[in-house]
């Protein structure tokens, strides 16, 4: 069975601290790794991708990606309110060779306090 | 401007009544999906498909089907067979490349209702 685990939260943060999202895969072979974010009652909107080991900055965001421990993660520096969010991890897969195939974690539900 | 457009954004169906969601992209991506989003839960897959006229299985296709007749559009059909289809439906598309690199980007939703 292909998992994408994520801790449910709520995780709390005060505004302007880190926030470290969490997210473990099943599947040694995966080869792709997204963060999405999604505001209530919304669709969700990719924020991070990463492919390789090691970290990948854009802004505040941090994407950290551990193959070998078959573990990603985000973190976002300077948290705003604005953030509040349930963040979606995904990870490609494939079904039997194809790509395009992402399976996704139940989210992290993030909440800034002012 | 390129993107995924869903419609109806609400949806109300009787029971036993069948229903379909369209979903049109104008991306010129040659996959698209279909997933279920259940209050507090994850995204689960319904159907793909990668190339007109071919579509596979997700995790929970019963009680759904789908078609692809055209590139852009991707339209599920809930049936009857569907005992509990109260849900946020999410479609999405992304390029199939023979790189692993293949995000995936969403419409809006549509949020279906039994009465």
């Known amino acids: 069975q292909k998992e994408v685990e994520q801790n449910s939260g709520p995780l709390s943060v005060p505004e302007g601290a880190i926030a470290s999202l969490n997210c473990t895969y099943s599947?040694?072979?995966?080869?792709?790794f997204f963060w999405y974010r999604q505001y209530s009652g919304k669709s969700p909107e990719l924020i991070m991708s990463?492919?390789?080991?090691g970290d990948k900055e854009d802004g505040r965001f941090t994407a950290q990606l551990n193959k070998a421990s078959q573990y990603v993660s985000l973190l976002i520096r300077d948290s705003q309110p604005s953030d509040s969010a349930t963040y979606l991890c995904?990870?490609?897969?494939?079904?039997?060779?194809?790509?395009?195939?992402?399976?996704f974690g139940k989210g992290t539900k993030l909440s800034v306090k002012p | 401007d390129g993107g995924i457009t869903q419609s109806p954004k609400y949806l109300f169906r009787k029971e036993g009544q069948n229903v379909t969601l369209s979903c049109e992209q104008n991306?010129?991506?040659?996959?698209m999906y279909w997933y279920r989003q259940d209050p507090g839960q994850g995204l689960r897959l319904i159907y793909y498909?990668?190339?007109?006229?071919?579509?596979q299985k997700g995790d929970i296709a019963e009680g759904y089907s789908v078609s692809r007749e055209k590139k852009e559009s991707f339209p599920l059909t809930v049936t009857s067979a569907q005992k509990n289809p109260t849900a946020f439906y999410l479609c999405?598309?992304?390029?199939?490349?023979?790189?692993?690199?293949?995000?995936?980007?969403f419409g809006q939703g549509t949020r279906l209702t039994v009465v």
């Open positions: 999405a598309s992304s390029i199939v490349t023979g790189e692993a690199e293949t995000e995936a980007f």
């Open positions: 599947d040694r072979g995966s080869q792709s």
């Open positions: 990463i492919y390789s080991n």
């Open positions: 995904a990870v490609n897969m494939g079904y039997g060779g194809s790509q395009g195939n992402l399976i």
């Open positions: 991306l010129n991506h040659d996959a």
């Open positions: 498909s990668q190339i007109v006229n071919d579509f």
